[in-house]
Nanobody, 115 residues
Framework: VQLVESGGGLVQPGGSLRLSCAAS????????MSWYRQAPGKERELVAG????????NYADSVKGRFTISRDNAKNTVYLQMNTLKPEDTAVYYC?????????WGQGTQVTVSS
């Protein structure tokens, strides 16, 4: 099982990034997918989630209207489009796959929002 995040980097406030998480080793289309983030000295928090077929999404209040989660089950990939980024969005971003008792995490990708 592998979840490999990519797309992180340094961006100025107000900018955009698109994170990707490529999955392998399990039946991706059966799993709900989500993005979490962890800033230095803070607990890991849920950013956004999407159901297995992509029919329902949810977001943390802090990112509503700015971030969009999506998935392509044909490509075994989940995305996080992040717009109007703020310095407080700086964190390591992780993707997670879950299905009943099965729960997998990626290694994370750093997002830094700074001028």
């Amino acid at each position: 099982v592998q979840l490999v995040e990519s797309g992180g980097g340094l961006v100025q406030p107000g900018g955009s990034l698109r994170l990707s998480c490529a999955a392998s080793g399990f039946t991706f289309s059966s799993y709900a997918m989500s993005w979490y983030r962890q800033a230095p000295g803070k607990e890991r928090e849920l950013v956004a989630g999407i159901t297995s077929a992509g029919g329902s999404t949810n977001y943390a209040d802090s990112v509503k209207g700015r971030f969009t989660i999506s998935r392509d089950n044909a490509k075994n990939t989940v995305y996080l489009q992040m717009n109007t980024l703020k310095p407080e969005d700086t964190a390591v971003y992780y993707c997670r796959a879950d299905f009943f008792t099965w729960d997998y995490w990626g290694q994370g990708t750093q997002v830094t929002v700074s001028s």
